[in-house]
Structures are given as C-alpha cells and as structure tokens.
C-alpha cells in the first residue's frame, strides 16, 4: 500500500478552495480583526499559488485583487527592483518596457481588481511616474478588468492616471487637494471617464476643505458635463453640480444615491416644480446635502417628489434651533421622508463650539413620529440638552432604533442653563434596556452621581452580578466634561470591573486617557473626555 500522501479530492472542488482562500485573506477586509493582529496574507497566498496547477488560478486571483500603487506590477518583469522601504531615488530618463515585460504585466494585470495609487513614496521624478508616463502615450490599459480606483495625485500628476482607466471600471474615487497651477490635468481625467469607463457606477470626487470655501470650485462645469454622458451612474459624491447634470441624474433610473451641494431654492423650485417629470429621482433613496442656506433646505424638504429612506444635512453654518425645529417638523408631515431609516445632522468641525445655544427635546421632537428610523446620528457645536424622560420617550418612539449619536464629536451634552439635565450610568443602562436592538450608542454623561448609584468598593464591584440582557450593542460611547477628570482617576481601574458587569458583552478595559470598553467582537467603544 503506497505511503504518499494524496490531495483530498473535495479541495478540488472550486467553491471550497475558494471559501478557503477568502479566509486567508483577512488582511483585506480592515475592522474585521485589530490591525495589531493581522498578518498580510500575501506571502501565504503566494504559497498556496506554487502548490499545485488546481490552487495557482484562485491564489493568484486573491493575490493581485487588492493593490496599493503599480509597483508589483513594475517588479515582476524586473522594471524596477524588490521594495525599499525608504524613497526611490530620482530617475529623470523615460521608462520603455520590452515586449516581453509588457506581457509579463498583461499576465497579471488582467487580475487586479482594486486599486489605490497616491504619491506616498513618490518625488517629482521618481521611476513609477517615467513608467506611467510612457504608458500614457501608448494607450495601453494596465489594468483592464480593474472595478474600482481611489486616486490621490496632487493634480500635478493626474496626467498619469489614463492608463489604470478601463472599460470595467465601477467605482472611480479621487481627492482633489490642489488645483490652481494644473488644473487642467483633472479636466483632462474627467473627460475621459464618460469614454474610457462606460461602466461607471460610482464616482466620488472630493476636495480638501481649505479649497473654494468662498466660491464653487471651477472643475464643477466639466464634471458636470461628464456626468450628463454617464448613463449607468448609481450613486455619485460631488462637491457641487450643475443644474443640468442634477436633472440628468435626476431621470437616470439607475441612480439610488446623491451627495452634493444643496440647489439654491430658486434653481430647487425649477428642477423639483410641477411642470418637471413626475418620474424625477424616483429611485433616488438617500440624499446628502451640504447646506449654504437654510432657506434652501425648506425649498427641499417641500418639493422633494419621492420617498426617501436615508438623508444627511451638513450645514456649513451653525444651526438655529429654531429653524432645526421647522426642518423636523417638515420631516413629520410631508409622505416623502415618512419612511426615513436614517438621518444624520451635523455643522462643520470649524465652528466656534457655544453653550448659549442649546438645542433641547423640543425641537427634535417631531422626529419621533418617524417610527421606522433606525440610526439618528445629530453632530452640533452647541449644547444638545437631553434628559432621562428624553431617552424613554425616544425608546418608545423608535423601535428599530439600532445607532444612537448625539454630539458624538465633542460631546457637548446638558449641564446649560436654565434647565441643566445630566444623564448619569444608570439611566444609560436603563435605556439600553428598553431598546435592545441598539448597537452604537453615544452620549455625555456626568460621572458626579458615580459614588451614590454604585458601591465604587472593589470587592463590592467584584461581587456585582453581570447584567442579564439581551442588549445587542456593541460600540458604547459615554463623554463625560473635563472637569470630571478627576473622578476618571479616583476609580480608574474600578471602571474596568463596573462596567465589565454592567455590559456583559465587555471584554477588558484600558485606564488611559480615553477609557476604551473592548468587546469580543473586536468592536472598539470608549469613553473620553469632552
């Protein structure tokens, strides 16, 4: 009887090798596991590729699916040496590829299904530029079968991105960082996506936001007349569009998702008026505005044709908590938002934070007529006021709640005049208990009624019972003002075991300045100082 170890035949079964390899291949998939504990999974797919014939084709495919810069590609027909950790060194001749070593690339190139290029490790002249350059010219598509591609040129380089464009490509994203000097190299882009990319799905520009704060940014009349010659767009991100092009997408039956700059009212009541198509944005399901005037938002929420289920306001001023009152009271009346499952408001990182505007239960809460909203995210500058009765009242109103945020950046919460409210542990506890579908949740606490709600000794703590509860939460973000600080210290290690008892799904708790709460699905909850 032979001794040699055979193959078990069922690995040659392609579904299994493949649910195999998409194992192996963690590395890809980030917030899975901690980055601490991933280890690429590269050199093992290589491995696997050199088994045997039945393994090389999907290892190889999981191998160059995902890839930072074109590199790889330029090492394997040795274009350029193995990698170096620090920077290339300056090439000022043209890179000319053999026959031989454009085939080499052509034989993996046809893999690569993601990809990010961006001038990390980049000078002026550095090889992989000589390379793309030289590819520019022939008219040649490195990589053909490519889905999706996230630029970060400066607009300086963007004469390079041509030839990682191709007929299958999807997803297009690309963040403008400059644009005075070469402007014209990001026209140049846009006018190829509509030609080179007939299968575009997905584009996403965006600009950094030191950029055309005062004014529309002038690469806005080109991207609009690509977009207006991209029929199978589904969703698109966009700093600002042309009225034209907001029509176009507007009649797209494809188009499910728009991001952009809100219309002014006047050019809002000409393309959502009575005399326009009923059939506009009809499968439009999520909206993201970025809001310039609040006058435009009425306009909006007045005229808007369809149901939504998901729609975000980002207001570039400060909000008025009288017209955020008039805005949720237009939500609860009008059919079109009466189906909303999400909604998100916030106001721009850069304002001023105020305690003198204070935005209490009252003016929101007309949303709790939105009965099937599951994640309300409201991100201000300003003090949102809400107490114990507040968060009953929206367990009972929300039943498919599933994300909670309330001024999750700088936690702002309570304690203003003339009606300060906190919200203490135990009231945390007790919401979490009445909706048990919540996952996320953020609020600001006060930890000044620590001491009278829990014996803070340790033995008490260690004899506290765990929590019976069928809560799903996983992310659990609890602020407390900075004047508390103290308090943190006093009982810092103590933290760990109440609230390892209190939230039984609670692995293990890091004392530190933010007091991270990790869960055993990796899920990483904390909580930090206002």
């Not at 189906?339 to 916030?346: C, E, F, R, T, V």
């Not at 006021?385 to 945020?405: C, P, Q, T």
């Not at 530190?512 to 904390?526: A, G, M, R, T, V």
Request: glycine share 4%; hydrophobic share 40%.
């Amino acid at each position: 009887m032979s001794s040699v170890n055979t193959m078990h035949r069922a690995l040659l079964i392609s579904e299994i090798l493949s649910n195999i390899i998409s194992h192996i291949s963690v590395d890809e998939r980030p917030g899975v596991w901690p980055f601490e504990y991933v280890t690429s999974s590269k050199p093992t797919l290589f491995a696997l590729a050199l088994t045997c014939r039945a393994f090389s084709e999907q290892a190889l495919d999981a191998l160059w699916n995902n890839f930072k810069g074109v590199e790889p590609l330029m090492r394997c027909p040795g274009i350029i040496p193995a990698p170096q950790k620090s920077l290339q060194e300056d090439q000022c001749y043209p890179i000319i590829p053999t026959e031989t070593q454009l085939a080499i690339i052509a034989r993996h190139g046809h893999r690569v299904r993601s990809l990010r290029v961006g001038t990390n490790y980049w000078r002026r002249d550095y090889i992989t530029q000589a390379f793309l350059r030289t590819m520019a010219g022939s008219f040649k598509v490195l990589v053909p079968n490519l889905r999706s591609l996230e630029i970060g040129f400066p607009c300086g380089l963007l004469h390079l991105v041509p030839p990682l464009l191709g007929p299958r490509l999807q997803h297009f994203f690309i963040n403008i960082r400059d644009y005075e000097k070469n402007g014209h190299h990001l026209h140049t882009v846009l006018q190829c996506l509509p030609s080179y990319c007939p299968s575009l799905e997905s584009l996403v520009v965006l600009k950094s936001y030191h950029l055309f704060r005062e004014r529309e940014p002038p690469f806005v009349l080109p991207m609009s007349h690509a977009i207006q010659k991209m029929p199978k767009l589904r969703t698109v991100t966009v700093p600002a569009i042309t009225k034209d092009a907001l029509v176009y997408l507007g009649g797209l039956p494809s188009v499910t998702n728009i991001s952009s700059h809100l219309p002014a009212g006047s050019d809002l009541e000409d393309i959502l008026g009575s005399s326009r198509n009923p059939k506009l944005f009809e499968n439009v399901d999520s909206v993201d505005w970025e809001i310039k005037e609040w006058r435009d938002v009425e306009v909006f929420t007045r005229l808007w044709p369809h149901k939504l289920t998901s729609m975000t306001l980002r207001s570039e001023v400060k909000f008025d908590p009288s017209l955020l009152q008039v805005l949720c009271d237009s939500l609860h009346v009008r059919e079109a938002f009466k189906n909303l499952q999400y909604i998100y408001l916030s106001e721009p990182i850069p304002c001023r934070l105020s305690s003198s505007i204070i935005i209490t239960i009252n003016t929101i809460r007309s949303l709790f007529h939105l009965s099937q909203l599951r994640v309300v995210d409201i991100d201000t500058r300003s003090c949102l006021s809400i107490g114990a009765n507040d968060l009953v009242e929206m367990a009972e109103a929300w039943h498919f709640l599933e994300v909670l945020l309330l001024n999750k950046t700088d936690g702002s919460m309570s304690g203003a005049a003339p009606t300060p409210q906190w919200i203490t542990v135990p009231e945390v506890v007790g919401f979490v208990e009445l909706r048990p579908s919540l996952k996320r949740f953020c609020i600001g606490i006060t930890l000044s009624t620590i001491d009278d709600d829990y014996d803070m000794d340790k033995a008490s703590l260690h004899a506290l019972r765990p929590r019976n509860s069928d809560s799903r939460l996983k992310d659990l973000t609890l602020k407390y003002p900075r004047d508390e600080e103290y308090i943190r210290q006093t009982y810092s290690s103590d933290f760990e075991i109440l609230f390892s008892k209190l939230f039984p799904r609670v692995n293990q708790l890091h004392p530190s300045q933010e007091f991270q709460i990790l869960h055993s699905d990796s899920i990483e909850p904390h909580i930090q100082r206002t």
